[in-house]
């Protein structure tokens, strides 16, 4: 299993951007009943978790983000996304994408996204 984050760049405060990640290796059970979530590390070596979504449809978003982003999946694809409205410099981070099915989880590498104010 490879999970691959796209869509990274830069974009001007108040922007949008949509990350992806590709989870290539998963059968469809698997990702059907993962959790799907996204990270962010900003300065210093601490991931925060921006957004998760459960097998249920269940979504939980950090506070700072609550109302800008929103986390979604397309089960034919393997593929969850981020969509990311009203970008401030605040959201300038490489993002992560990760998965969990049971006892194992699996990280994409990074993508970079830069907020110019």
């Known amino acids: 299993v490879q999970l691959q984050a796209s869509g990274g760049g830069l974009v001007e405060a108040g922007g949008s951007l949509k990350l992806s990640c590709k989870h290539s290796?998963?059968?469809?059970?698997?990702?059907?009943?993962?959790?799907l979530a996204w990270y962010r590390q900003r300065s210093g070596p601490q991931r925060e978790s921006v957004a998760t979504?459960?097998?249920?449809?269940?979504?939980n978003y950090a506070d700072s983000v609550q109302g800008r982003f929103t986390i979604s999946k397309d089960n034919s694809k393997r593929t969850t996304y981020l969509q990311m409205t009203g970008l401030n410099s605040e959201d300038t981070a490489v993002y992560y994408c990760?998965?969990?099915?049971?006892?194992?989880?699996?990280w994409g590498r990074g993508t970079l996204v830069t907020v110019s104010s």
């Open positions: 979504l459960g097998p249920s449809g269940s979504r």
């Open positions: 990760k998965a969990t099915y049971g006892a194992q989880e699996y």
């Open positions: 290796g998963m059968i469809l059970s698997m990702f059907s009943g993962s959790t």
